[in-house]
Nanobody
């Protein structure tokens, strides 16, 4: 089993920044990729971005490119989502996801992400 625990959500004004963290534990295996997803009220869960094990490769949905950055610290088994220039439409519950092993340099398709944290609420006020 893989356990994921997110933290760092909160309320921020439009234009502000937040950094989310996700600590992974359990049977993660090696060279695993990690992702971030979000779900706004009344909408389906949406892919945000993904990062390779090495951290050298990332991929983001167009709506967050240039504003959000995913990074990771493998010594701490933690992945981060730095969110800048936040907009009200970024309001959602944010989930980190375990996306499987074998991704030292590459990143998987979002449908490879199949383990989820409990989520953390991000609210951006206008």
């Amino acid at each position: 089993q893989v356990q994921l625990v997110e933290s760092g959500g909160g309320l921020v004004q439009a234009g502000g920044s937040l950094r989310l963290s996700c600590a992974a534990s359990g049977r993660t295996g090696s060279t695993f990729a990690m992702g971030w997803f979000r779900q706004a009220p009344g909408k389906e869960r949406e892919f945000v971005g993904v990062i390779s094990w090495s951290g050298s490769n990332t991929y983001y949905v167009d709506s967050v490119k240039g504003r959000f950055t995913i990074s990771r610290d493998n010594a701490k088994n933690t992945v981060y989502l730095q969110m800048n220039s936040l907009k009200p439409e970024d309001t959602a519950v944010y989930y980190c996801a375990y996306c499987g092993g074998g991704y030292y340099y590459t990143v998987p398709l979002p449908d490879r992400c199949d383990r989820w944290g409990q989520g953390t609420q991000v609210t951006v006020s206008s």
